[in-house]
């Protein structure tokens, strides 16, 4: 134990690596296209039907052959005789021939033979005729056929999250449903002696096990099904037969708390007695990076400090993106933005520091402003929470003004 406690940290960047080398989408499914916003592709999605699928009119007004308005003006202006009238869903049942126009609406269907619309304010018009007093050149007021989309037109490729704008392009397009990956099943083993669930009376020095809640949001947020095992003690064999157990039914298993070298500590030793490949132990940050990766059967078993904001930084910088590169996501490291300090940092930061804040814009620059509490466990700490100051070793205390390197949660 001595020897491993000396070992150096693991880089941020060969953490994530070793996960990385993990992580492959867990499968696809085939769901209703009307329920897939937040999904990700598991199929490129190629539109067969092009948007709009007409020539149709952006607005109320006539459709005309611009020609014959050549001649048109104040003195002479152009009588047109209307020959029918095209509402949203209609189709035309005429051809505009020279000297006619047709009554159209919005999102109509342009007539064959009409090349332009002129909107109604531009006109007057009774019933049978339609006048102008301005040319109107052919192709004005056309939406084309295929506009906005081509039939064949390669709209997001695989691997691509489905964002709102994609979830209408599908609907657009006529698909009912959508390839995309599974979410993974990540399964939470909460351990600690100390530990109790919400609902049950608190005995005096136990504590409520928030992490779970917590941990399962983010978890949730960035695409994976989350589920809890019950609580383990701080027992080596209760632990390895949880971590056994959720393994089974699930594609990642993340833990909390005993991941450090207290006396208590016991999810190493259970992840070893498990047979359990380590990856990692301890990531060059802090807090949070007293965190362990290992690997079983080809899934991960990652185990997070119990403290609530230690957990969510550890499950920032290294979870997240693990997790997103299950959900068939491009296997990308935490964001990362310059962001000037509206804070001072009073504290010097002899192993660096990962500090808890949020993001400004002043005249356009990104600013950080640091939440109050830094305590490991204070929830309230990640209340609006979207960015994680990284400052180096060896840093001194920073005046506010100081441009700074920082994880963007957004
Ligand atoms: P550990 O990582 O086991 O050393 O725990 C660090 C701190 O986090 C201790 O104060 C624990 O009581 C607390 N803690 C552990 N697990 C949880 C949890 N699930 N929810 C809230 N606090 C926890
Ligand atoms: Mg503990």
Excluded at 18 to 23: E, Q, S
Excluded at 29 to 49: M, T
Excluded at 341 to 370: A, H, Q, Y
Aim: aromatic share 6%; with cysteine; glycine share 10%.
């Amino acid at each position: 134990m001595a020897e491993i406690r000396k070992k150096p940290r693991i880089s941020r960047e060969d953490a994530l690596e070793a996960l990385f080398t993990l992580a492959g989408p867990v499968g696809t499914e085939r769901i209703p296209a009307d329920d897939c916003c937040g999904r990700v592709l598991a199929e490129d999605f190629i539109s067969a039907e092009a948007v709009p699928p007409f020539a149709k009119s952006p607005l109320d007004g006539y459709a005309l052959r611009g020609e014959d308005t050549a001649e048109a003006c104040p003195e002479r202006p152009t009588v047109l005789e209307i020959v029918e009238e095209i509402a949203a869903g209609k189709a035309p049942q005429k051809t505009v021939q020279r000297g006619q126009a047709a009554k159209i609406l919005t999102g109509a269907p342009i007539p064959d033979g009409a090349n332009a619309v002129v909107r109604f304010e531009e006109t007057r018009f009774t019933e049978e005729t339609v006048t102008l007093t301005a040319p109107v050149r052919p192709d004005t007021d056309i939406v084309p056929a295929g506009d906005d989309v081509k039939p064949g037109q390669l709209i997001a490729k695989r691997g691509e999250l489905i964002t709102p704008p994609v979830a209408g392009l599908l609907a657009a397009v006529g698909r009912e449903s959508v390839c995309v990956f599974r979410k993974p099943r990540i399964t939470v083993v909460s351990t600690g002696n100390e530990l109790t669930e919400p609902g049950v009376p608190l005995a005096y020095g136990k504590i409520r096990n928030s992490s779970y809640a917590l941990l399962k949001g983010y978890m949730e947020a960035a695409g994976a099904v989350v589920s809890a095992a019950s609580i383990v003690g701080d027992d080596v064999d209760a632990i390895a037969r949880a971590l056994w157990r959720s393994l089974e039914a699930s594609d990642v298993v993340v833990t909390t708390g005993g991941v450090s070298v207290g006396d208590y500590d016991y999810v190493l030793a259970a992840t070893e007695k498990l047979g359990a490949r380590r990856l990692f132990w301890k990531v060059r940050f802090r807090p949070g990076g007293t965190m362990l990766a290992a690997e079983k059967e080809g899934k991960l078993i990652l185990g997070l400090s119990g403290n609530p904001a230690s957990a969510s930084l550890g499950l920032f910088l290294i979870g997240l993106p693990f997790i997103r590169a299950l959900c068939g996501l491009e296997k990308t490291p935490p964001k990362r933005t310059k962001a000037r300090l509206l804070t001072p940092i009073e504290k010097d930061s002899p192993f660096g520091r990962l500090v808890r804040g949020r993001m400004e814009l002043v005249d356009g620059e990104v600013c950080f402003r640091s939440v109050d509490s830094q305590g490991n466990g204070a929830l309230t700490s990640l209340m609006g929470c979207d960015l994680i100051a990284d400052i180096p070793p060896d840093t001194p205390p920073l005046p506010a003004g100081t441009l700074i390197d920082a994880y963007s949660l957004r």
